[in-house]
């Protein structure tokens, strides 16, 4: 059995004294083996950027502690930063310099000499796709290939931990793509254990293999990336537009399809032949209305502009795991 990578043990962080202090980290306990990826998931504030930087050497737990490669964070930080990436939240510092020298600089905080050094910027280079715009100063790249640069800066020194904290926030859909791409393609070297947070459902699906679920400091959900989904009341809903006849009641007809539980307005819009209706189908849980919601459109023979399956929403899931939590 492989020794796991990341262990954390009742890792704890209070900030402030007192009842007006906050317990942003409330014992979380986990471990992360080789080969995961696993998805950091809570709603803002919940404690999963104070949880990185305490693993990542960054912040000091008030109690608990985290192992990295079998060591305490706290008794090792410099054996432990060798052995971890880490892309905080945001850009990368340093504005002024171009990727080309931020690369080289942390490649000589690394330790790194010589060609080994020149072909570790080599190839973090060439992973991220930095070839283009190895010169440019770091202030004036696009957000994407700011976070690029980040990801190549967490991964110079081929660490067997990757921790990233929101790795695609604030980049457009291609940016996003390109981020997911890089990180599949390291989780498909093996053996390394990989942590990210994010706010996306469809990213965890898409990279991760384990979600982790934490709110108020403490873990509420650990389970596949399918399984968290499918907790959300949203989890196999379809989402309508149609262009009915007029004086037809849309929602009302809709709502009699069996199994849909309930019909969420999404709003009218004019269109050509008429007011486009968008709606979303809620299943009783667990339910697959799909195709008696086709049938249904069929037979009415309404125009149907658009129809998607939803996967699931992460906030709903967030408040279905959250509510009732004190
Ligand atoms: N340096 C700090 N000083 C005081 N409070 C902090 C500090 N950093 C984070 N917090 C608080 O701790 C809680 C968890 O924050 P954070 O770990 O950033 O959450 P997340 O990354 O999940 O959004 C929040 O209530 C936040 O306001
Ligand atoms: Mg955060």
Not at 37 to 66: C, D, E, H, I, Q
């Amino acid at each position: 059995m492989a020794e796991p990578l990341v262990v954390l043990d009742n890792l704890t962080k209070r900030f402030g004294a007192g009842s007006g202090g906050i317990l942003a980290v409330d014992g979380v306990s986990m471990r992360v083996m080789p080969g995961e990826v696993l998805g950091f998931l809570g709603p803002n504030g919940a404690g999963k950027s104070t949880t990185m930087k305490m693993v990542t050497g960054y912040m000091t737990p008030t109690s608990g502690r985290a192992l990295v490669c079998g060591k305490d964070v706290g008794e090792d930080p410099i054996w432990v930063k060798e052995r971890v990436g880490y892309l905080p939240e945001g850009a990368p510092a340093y504005p002024d310099m171009t990727p080309a020298s931020f690369l080289n600089f942390i490649a000589d905080v690394r330790g790194l000499r010589g060609s080994a050094r020149s072909e570790a910027v080599n190839k973090a280079v060439a992973r991220a796709q930095l070839q283009g715009v190895l010169r440019q100063p770091i202030d004036t790249l696009s957000k994407g290939f700011k976070r690029r640069v980040g990801l190549a800066q967490a991964i110079l020194h081929e660490p067997p931990v990757l921790i990233m904290d929101e790795p695609t926030d604030g980049l457009d859909p291609n940016q996003k793509h390109e981020v997911r791409r890089l990180i599949r393609e390291l989780a498909r070297e093996g053996g390394r254990a990989i942590v990210l947070s994010t706010h996306i459902l469809e990213e965890v699906e898409a990279v991760c293999t384990r979600a982790v679920v934490i709110a108020r400091g403490r873990i509420v959900a650990d389970s596949t990336p399918a399984e968290l989904a499918a907790r959300s009341k949203y989890h196999h809903a379809v989402t309508l537009s149609v262009i009915p006849p007029s004086g037809v009641m849309v929602f009302d007809e809709l709502a009699k399809v069996p199994g849909v539980a309930r019909v969420e307005d999404g709003g009218t819009v004019h269109a050509d032949g008429g007011a486009k209706v968008t709606c979303t189908l809620v299943p009783v849980r667990g339910k697959d209305i799909a195709p008696a919601v086709n049938e249904f459109v069929r037979a009415k023979q309404w125009k149907v502009e658009a129809v998607r399956l939803e996967g699931g929403r992460l906030d709903d899931v967030f408040r279905e795991l959250t509510s009732g939590v004190s």
